[in-house]
Nanobody, 116 residues
Framework: QVQLVESGGGLVQPGGSLRLSCAASGFTYSRPAMSWYRQAPGKERELVAAITTTDDTTTYADSVKGRFTISRDNVKNTMYLQMNSLKPEDTAVYYC?????????WGQGTRVTVSS
């Protein structure tokens, strides 16, 4: 059974940093493509960053380029999102997504609040 568990969210002041983690389990035979999404109150869920399966190529939303870094540890089956220089507009619930073929899996989300 596939499971994605996010952690690392919390309250942080503007300019601060957080590191989110997404622990994946249940992918027995293949490694999924992984990504982070976020959903702010009253807004649609949006892609934040993604990392490929084969060569760890990364892509970022324009709003987070230069501030966020996505990475993965294939031994620990864990994906990370290092978030620096956080802004109030980064406040959202952050979700981990795994895609394997036609199947998509989502974590339960971790809340990030950027406020003074």
């Amino acid at each position: 059974q596939v499971q994605l568990v996010e952690s690392g969210g919390g309250l942080v002041q503007p300019g601060g940093s957080l590191r989110l983690s997404c622990a994946a389990s249940g992918f027995t035979y293949s490694r999924p493509a992984m990504s982070w999404y976020r959903q702010a109150p009253g807004k649609e869920r949006e892609l934040v960053a993604a990392i490929t399966t084969t060569d760890d190529t990364t892509t970022y939303a324009d709003s987070v380029k230069g501030r966020f870094t996505i990475s993965r540890d294939n031994v620990k089956n864990t994906m990370y999102l290092q978030m620096n220089s956080l802004k109030p507009e980064d406040t959202a619930v952050y979700y981990c997504r795994a895609r394997l073929g036609i199947y998509n899996y989502w974590g339960q989300g971790t809340r990030v609040t950027v406020s003074s």
